[in-house]
């Protein structure tokens, strides 16, 4: 039956641990001894091992990825890939709405209606003027009239127009993510349209066809730093890894947006490994380890007030053994 262990410091030689009826401590003065109720002692030797605390956490392999966002608030305009599309360089990936969208929308439909009634308005001035020719009078004054007013509102639609294209310049030309290279999407915001996004949020990730990378829950750089070891299995296959840490404003991102974060590992050494994007990974983390060391079953160990302590069987006797208990494997 396995038996969960316990590292002994200050215990020499081979002891064997029970339940036997003579009662001695280690100065020869009689104790009693009080047992658990119900306890079931089993007879063990106690044996040197290695023992080690480990952790699983179940991840899944996925493609190395770049993610993409805004470097300024605003309202989302649209995302234009899905995911799985093939994008080029320079691709729109996806739009974002700025500060002066709204008045953009308000200026074009301006704009079109200005050039609607300058349409009916230039067309009653073209009249007038015929009218004026073939009443015989003179038409020089009336046509200077309507050249002015036709400047005039040729002029104060320019100035609209001009607006219009400052604004798109400034305010929707350089508010947008393209495609640095060529690439396939892996993965896209689930943000609709007219939301408000903050900037530094991932609207759309590409794959850069490097290695894959190995995810599971988070942990900290710090906290990775402290452990003993860690590595993935995928496929049967041991596979060394290299944690990714965020930076703080990725984190601070990625937090302040309702997302939870992931522990991401790079793989090194992939020759001659087999695995595939999907496959599932398991992170094994070694939090501490010893080597050689003297180990018994945790059941066989009680405390008291005084301690920690075991029983030695020695000559048919039972002497008490005061220990220091380090490790557990758990």
Request: charged share 30%; net charge negative; hydrophobic share 35%.
């Amino acid at each position: 039956m396995f038996k969960r262990m316990l590292v002994l410091f200050g215990l020499c030689g081979c002891i064997m641990l029970s339940g036997c009826s003579t009662e001695k401590n280690i100065d020869d003065e009689e104790i009693e001894l009080l047992e658990p109720v119900n306890a079931k002692l089993e007879t063990t030797y106690v044996t040197k091992m290695d023992i080690s605390q480990v952790e699983l956490h179940e991840g899944a392999v996925l493609p190395a990825l770049e993610e993409f966002s805004f470097d300024e608030n605003g309202y989302l305009y649209g995302i234009f890939v899905e995911p799985g599309d093939k994008v080029y360089k320079g691709d729109v990936l996806a739009g974002l709405m700025g500060k002066d969208y709204n008045t953009i929308l308000d200026l074009e439909d301006e704009i079109k209606e200005i050039k609607k009634q300058q349409v009916e308005t230039f067309a009653g001035y073209d009249k007038e003027l015929e009218i004026a020719h073939l009443n015989g009078g003179d038409t020089t004054e009336k046509e200077l009239e309507i050249k002015q007013k036709k400047e005039l509102a040729e002029f104060e639609l320019k100035q609209k127009e001009d607006r219009l294209a400052q604004l798109k310049e400034t305010d929707i030309g350089y508010i947008c993510i393209t495609a640095p290279y060529d690439s396939v999407v892996a993965a896209v915001s689930s943000a609709r349209e007219n939301s408000y996004v903050s900037k530094g949020t991932a609207m759309v990730a590409l794959e850069t066809g490097e290695d894959p990378i190995i995810t599971c829950d988070y942990m900290t750089e710090n906290t990775v730093s402290k452990f003993y070891s860690f590595y993935a299995l995928v496929r049967g296959q041991r596979l060394e890894l290299e944690y990714i840490p965020y930076t703080k404003n990725e984190l601070k991102v990625i937090v302040n947006n309702g997302v939870t974060p992931v522990s991401k590992f790079k793989l090194k050494d992939l020759e001659d490994k087999e695995i595939y994007v999907g496959d599932y990974a398991s992170v094994i983390v070694v939090k501490n380890y010893r080597a050689n060391v003297l180990a018994i079953p945790q059941n066989a160990v009680y405390s008291d007030a005084s301690g920690d302590f075991v029983y030695e069987i020695k000559d048919s006797e039972r002497i008490r053994r005061s220990v220091v208990l380090g490790l557990s494997d758990n």
